[in-house]
């Protein structure tokens, strides 16, 4: 019981960064009038952070930049390697908050 | 075919760089007169984009020394270093190079990337810190991550973003590594060492500074950010290049801690490349004594740097945040940084063209590198064609 609420928990909590980075990459994507955010319409958890907004590497690596310190945390260069969608990248935000 | 579907996105990023006549990335030299001028496409040229900034390469005694080399210990090492290419050249180079920097360990690598990463990844192993400035060259990154470190980021020359990270790591910045550049080499800026390293002290951190465009043009003696802001001591390993400054290839690292001698035997770029041409080492070497005998090579490239920079924004041009040997002028969008260094080719004068994701922001840039070698009438007349084309920017500006 304690493990299933746990989990519900767990689930709760990267659901909220989850709508957090939601708001910073909306935010972001606007401040850099990127073309593609209209086009896109609504980001979600699914969202890939590169290929719907052909995001380039610079501008990926500003988002991190901002989104670490939105959430004052360090994120692990490596750690973004496998790390895709928005909800990817909430585990990984979780899992900094976490340590 | 899959396997070779990943460079369709490579191929549209020719054709659009094609679009304007010329794509930036291939262009070829016919023929090099002088380190200041070249024939490109049947056309005399005004070379002002390739990092010659003490103008070396065609300098007598250089060229002899590389002839010399060839005629008496061949064309090449045909091996590594720990194999059969240590010559006594490249120790001699190697005390050289550390007496330069007034520090006892020296090593030399056979490019300036093989440099930082030799380096980096035989410093870091999986488990410990790096801090890197987010503006730092790919050659750093590609070190980094080869490592396995820990890489964390820190905006560009911001000391109050390093100390955070610093913080952040709490025990572990005492073993954590920063690593920066000495001269930024798109926008000419430096890195505000004497903070940095006043945070080195207080974290109890190491400090590897890349000097690669710094090298020959910056401090006393020409070794670079570190010696002009007077922190040289306090810098724990310091990188550079040959190809720059010094009108050669290679690269090198210096430091005072004995423990870089015995990278050579753990740091694969370094065990597994074959040892840089005798010629190379040759030139090189006799580079580094015109660097050191002829302060007035930095003076006259601090005066081209400085006419350069004040020409341009004279001309209404947007520069970088201070004089360098590196000028950029940020063009905005790259639909119109494009038609512009395309005009200046055609124009007689060969530049970099920096867009996104090569340069440090959204925005595009045109950049220039200044040399020694320059004569007045070559920087006035890099100026007036900038001026001929001012009117291409009106609308995006």
Known sequence: MGFISGRR???AQINEIENRIKRLLASY??????PELEAHGEI???TNLVSDFTLDSFQVMEFMMELEESFDIMIDMNALSNTHTVRDLAVVVEQELAD | MALLDKFLPAAAIREQLSAGGHDPTQVVMERIISPTEGIVEGRHTILAGTNNYLGLTFDPSCVAAARNAIESQGTGTTGSRMANGSFSAHAALEQELAGFYQVDHGMVFSTGYAANLGTLVALLKPGDAVLLDADAHASLYDGCLMSGADIYRF???DVASLEKRLERLGARAQDCLIVTEGLYSVL?????????VA??????????????????????????VAEAQGVMDQVDFFVGTFSK???AMGGFCVSQHPELDLIRYVSRPFIFTASSSPSIIASTHEALKQLKSRPELRESLWRNATRLYQGFNDL????GPEISPVVAIKLGAKEVALPFWNQLLEKGVYTNLMVPPASPDQHSYIRCSVSAAHSEEQVERIIEIFGSLRGLLQDDR
Do not use: Q, W
Request: proline fraction near 2%; glycine fraction near 16%; hydrophobic fraction near 30%.
């Open chain 1, 9 to 11: 928990s767990l689930n």
């Open chain 1, 29 to 34: 994507l606007e401040s850099s009038n990127h």
């Open chain 1, 44 to 46: 979600t958890g699914d």
């Open chain 2, 155 to 157: 905006r560009h020359n």
């Open chain 2, 188 to 196: 000419g800026d430096c890195a505000p060492l004497v903070d940095i």
């Open chain 2, 199 to 224: 945070l080195r002290n207080k974290y109890g951190a190491m400090l590897l500074v890349d000097e690669a465009h710094s090298l020959g043009v910056y401090g006393d003696t020409g070794c670079g």
């Open chain 2, 245 to 247: 400054s010094l009108g």
């Open chain 2, 316 to 319: 209404g041009f947007e520069t």
